[in-house]
């Protein structure tokens, strides 16, 4: 049921939500350098006010009964086109505002970071303008009450995502980065705008209400097209396959950048977009299977390629590619799963968030290295970072009673639970890629923190000795909340079922389906052996051998595959790219001597026949009487020739 707002109540005031990040980002963006000396205050001012209403939201909404708690706030008429209709609202039920203290929660900790984090770059304050136009745009996007807003905030995060990715505008990488992250989200736009349409063309509104009350009068072929296009939008804008290939690119922000993407807001996007549109997806068995297989898919994808990787951000960023790809199973699975990959997205937000700051808090104390193998012994120099760092990796790979532990194996549990073939190949994929997570985690933690100090001896790009010290409070404070986070959030929110029925009104009952071939019983302690196995053997790769400072170059072909991707971007470039460019020079041919040619050669034709007939106008009265007679002559011996 939802419920129109009337005057008064605090929900009143929920476009306050959007309202104070974005007027943060105006004022930072248009202030100028007028606002550096608090910028960084300010951007962090606006975030926390947003958290903190949103928690007084949360509370209110919490009281009310299940019925009641979906509501709307119409603030004003966007735009109208004769029967289109758009109103500018805001949709406050237990989905968004789930995602609302998850973005502006875990936005504000990133935030807070950023402080001590940027405090040596000039340009600060513009950073904390793009993050909070960032914040902003995301929470348009899930406060949204129908299809064409949440495009608008969709966007957003887009534009915004291209201006972090490539902050560091000196770097051409960084530049090709924030390309190739805007270009390939174009892409999945492409398939939401298409979605947005045919729902537009079948049911003549984009209200959320309207559209989901009504999605049964959309005939079958239709809706499976509206829900793949849908997971289009979705799989661009979260890293799903087949367009992944940008978000471990996106690693050249700054690293509060990608604990922001890859953690609580970007990322999550497609999986909210999946799960708002569940009574769509409930109501076509083909497009709830489409989007379990590339999660699946994308899952063993991104666990693979984490193995491989030296560079400490980039297996963080094919680790998200991996756990989102847990999410989009889980929602694939419909009512058995909506709220596990709910669940889990929770938990990723702690523990991933907590992961790339400790990342960041490791390149601050080693002058922004990267290379793993150029780190080792790091735990005694960096204890504060190495334990919530810890944490959040113990979270990760699903330790017992971790948060990890509570969502992933939710997640595995229902993707048994389908029975017969799906459950073998969705069950067996999860349970092998959280055994390749605790592998690569594994030799993550052990490179970085534990072995010898390989940094000893050798000089930064910038020809300094590496000097490593633990970062400053304004920087571990955030991440020590994040790693009880981490501890504690899956307990809290999976036991007595707290999180399925405070989700229910928004994503409905989860549907008990028992058709598994493994006992409930076991599958915690399966996933759970799974894992160790894989961290044993990091260990006995990694833990008991010296690790070269050198990146070997001599591997096999399955790490040499892992190492270019899984050869995604080759083969983006020779399915995608070399054919789209071959087609725009074939029509720029076609143009230039086709339509081109066709225009400028009727042209030519009309100009040297003009030119010849001139020439025949040449002014002597005598030529002109030479022709009189010879035409005289020519019609007398024509009409002579039809008389006789």
Request: with cysteine; net charge neutral.
């Amino acid at each position: 049921m939802t419920e129109v707002l009337a005057a008064g109540g605090i929900a009143q005031y929920a476009w306050l939500l959007v309202a104070l990040p974005a007027a943060g980002a105006l004022v930072l963006l248009a202030g100028g350098r007028r606002t550096n000396g608090f910028g960084h205050l300010l951007g962090c001012a606006t975030v926390l006010g947003a958290f903190g209403y949103g928690v007084a939201l949360f509370v209110q909404t919490a009281g009310m009964p299940a019925e009641q708690r979906t509501r709307e706030l119409d603030l004003f008429t966007w735009f109208g086109v004769q029967a289109l209709q758009v109103d500018f609202g805001v949709r406050l039920d237990p989905l968004s505002l789930t995602f609302v203290l998850l973005i502006t929660g875990v936005g504000a900790l990133i935030h807070i970071y950023s402080i001590g984090y940027m405090a040596e770059d000039d340009g600060r304050r513009k950073f904390f303008g793009y993050l909070n136009l960032f914040v902003a745009a995301m929470l348009v996007l899930v406060l949204g009450d129908n299809f064409v807003t949440l495009y608008l905030g969709w966007e957003g995060v887009g534009l915004a995502s291209y201006l972090l990715i490539g902050w560091h505008t000196a770097r051409p990488s960084a530049a090709t980065a924030a390309k190739k992250a805007f270009l390939m989200n174009r892409v999945g736009d492409v398939g939401l705008v298409l979605a947005i349409f045919l729902l537009w063309a079948e049911l003549g509104t984009v209200q959320y209400a309207e559209v989901f009350a009504r999605s049964g009068q959309i005939d079958g072929a239709t809706l499976v097209a509206i829900t793949i296009l849908l997971l289009l939008g979705a799989c661009g804008k979260s890293g799903q396959f087949p367009l992944q290939a940008w978000l471990p690119d996106a690693m050249e922000g700054p690293t509060p950048v990608s604990a922001l993407i890859h953690a609580a807001t970007m990322v999550t996007a497609g999986v909210y977009l999946i799960a708002r549109c569940n009574p769509l997806y409930d109501l076509t068995a083909t497009g709830r299977l489409v989007v379990a297989s590339v999660g699946a898919i994308t899952l063993m994808l991104g666990a693979i390629i984490g193995c491989a990787y030296d560079d400490i951000k980039k297996v963080l960023a094919y680790s998200t590619v991996s756990q989102i790809g847990y999410m989009f199973l889980a929602v694939g699975l419909g009512p058995a799963g909506y709220a596990f990959g709910i669940l889990h997205l929770l938990t990723h937000g702690f523990f991933k968030a907590g992961l790339f700051l400790g990342a960041g808090s490791v390149m601050h104390a080693m002058h922004d290295e990267v290379d793993m193998r150029r780190m080792g012994g790091l735990a005694r120099h960096l204890p504060v970072t190495f334990v919530t760092f810890g944490l959040g990796y113990l979270a990760l790979v699903g330790f017992p009673f971790l948060s990890g532990f509570y969502s992933k194996d939710a997640i595995i549990e229902a993707a048994f639970d389908q029975g017969g073939a799906a459950g073998w190949v969705f069950g067996g994929t999860a349970l092998l890629a959280a055994g390749l997570t605790a592998f690569y985690m594994t030799r993550l933690v052990l490179m970085t923190f534990f072995g010898r100090e390989r940094w000893l001896g050798l000089r930064t790009a910038q020809n300094k000795e590496y000097r490593p010290h633990e970062s400053p409070p304004v920087m571990w404070v955030p991440m020590v909340l994040l790693a009880l986070g981490s501890a504690g959030a899956g307990y809290l929110l999976y036991s007595g079922e707290l999180l399925t029925g405070w989700l229910e009104p928004s994503l409905g009952a989860v549907a008990s389906v028992d058709a598994s071939p493994i006992p409930h019983a076991l599958v915690p302690w399966l996933t759970v052996a799974i894992s160790a196995l894989g961290a044993l053997v990091a260990y006995l790769i990694v833990g008991r051998r010296s690790v070269p400072v050198a990146r070997p170059h001599r591997v096999s072909l399955p790490v040499r595959a892992a190492r270019a991707e899984l050869y995604a971007n080759a083969i983006n470039e020779a399915v995608i790219a070399r054919p789209g460019t071959w087609a725009t020079r074939a029509l720029v041919y076609v143009d230039n001597k086709g339509v081109d040619g066709l225009v400028n050669g009727t042209g030519a034709l009309l100009g040297g026949t003009s030119g010849r007939m001139r020439r025949l106008q040449t002014g002597f009265v005598r030529t002109y009487a030479l022709g009189m007679l010879g035409g005289s002559v020519l019609v007398v011996a024509m009409l002579l020739v039809v008389t006789f």
